[in-house]
C-alpha cells in the first residue's frame, strides 16, 4: 500500500515545532515555579528547560507517529 501516507506539510512541521515549544516553556514555567518557593529560580528553571526539551521530543514523536 505505497500511497496511503499523505505528505508532511509545513503546517505539520509548524503544529510539532509549537508543540514542543509549548510543552518546553510550561516545564520551564513549572521549574521556575518551583523554584520562586524554594529560593532558586534560574537553577530549577534550566531543569525544567532540560526536562521540557525531551519530553517535548516525546509528545511530538506521540502525536505526529502517524505521519
Known sequence: MTG????????????AGALLVAVNLGCVGVGAGIGAAVG????????????????G?????NRFRNL
Open 4 to 15: 496511503s501516507r499523505r505528505p508532511v506539510s509545513g503546517r505539520d512541521a509548524a503544529g
Open 40 to 55: 532558586a529560580v534560574v537553577p530549577l528553571a534550566l531543569v525544567g528547560f532540560g526536562i521540557g526539551f525531551f519530553l
Open 57 to 61: 521530543i516525546g509528545v511530538v514523536a
